[in-house]
């Protein structure tokens, strides 16, 4: 069963349905963006025959997130790119780009003659536009958080959708991963990462300021007289 989406979410999912198709899932705990590129090791037998499948019929297949023991209705549609390793017990390595995200109408587990399960589904309308100044404080509040933890952020700026590049490497929890799934609109997308990072970069810049005062301790300390 899958659990119903929160009413302060509903207004976000407005979408146009482009149509149904049955898709077969591969639910797993994490949350799948569009255009992300996933590399998956296949090892259950249920999920080596749904890969099989997919690179012999050229087939997509969708990864719903699990979440909170439930699998959630949201996912994403993705694809094979490629076939790293076949290992000689049929596990497999294989490399995997996200296409578009969907909402599930049915689950069925597993399907008819299959190992796997799968369900209808419809394919959810993305806007990846977004506007100069959000995308610009956006950045900036990445790069400021970047430079707290004293570190090279990985992104390319140039590519969109910012969002779902960045989204799983600014400290979100897996629940607000699904959030921003959720969420079909660019700048939106990019309000909620603003919201987080206003929360988050105070606190982080203070366990960094903490880190650095505890290894001070035991060292030496220059100090400065003082002038009475």
């Known amino acids: 069963m899958f659990c119903r989406l929160g009413s302060n979410r509903d207004s976000k999912i407005l979408a146009k349905k482009l149509m149904n198709i049955f898709l077969p899932f591969f639910p797993l705990n994490l949350v799948a963006f569009p255009t992300e590129k996933l590399n998956l090791h296949i090892f259950e037998p249920r999920y080596r025959q749904l890969i099989r499948e997919c690179i012999d019929e050229n087939k997509t297949f969708g990864i719903p997130a699990y979440l909170n023991n439930k699998v959630k209705p949201i996912g994403t549609e993705m694809k094979v790119l490629e076939l790293s390793n076949l290992y000689p017990d049929g596990r497999m390595d294989i490399k995997t780009e996200g296409i578009r995200a969907f909402r599930a109408l049915s689950f069925k587990n597993p399907i008819p003659e299959k190992m796997y399960s799968g369900g209808e589904i419809e394919f959810l309308e993305n806007d990846f536009e977004s506007d100069w100044m959000t995308r610009t404080k956006t ?3 990445i790069d400021k958080l970047y430079e707290i933890l004293n570190i090279g952020h990985p992104f ?4 969109e959708p910012l969002s779902f590049q960045v989204a799983h490497k600014i400290g979100f929890s897996l629940d607000q991963e699904y959030q921003l799934l959720e969420i079909l609109d660019e700048i939106q997308r990019l309000e909620f990462i603003i919201e987080h990072l206003e929360k988050t970069l105070p606190v982080v810049e203070e366990v960094e300021r903490t880190k650095q005062l505890v290894k001070m301790n035991g060292h030496f300390k220059n100090l ?5």
């Open 139 to 141: 950045i900036e509040m």
């Open 156 to 159: 390319d700026y140039s590519k």
């Open 224 to 228: 400065n007289p003082l002038q009475f």
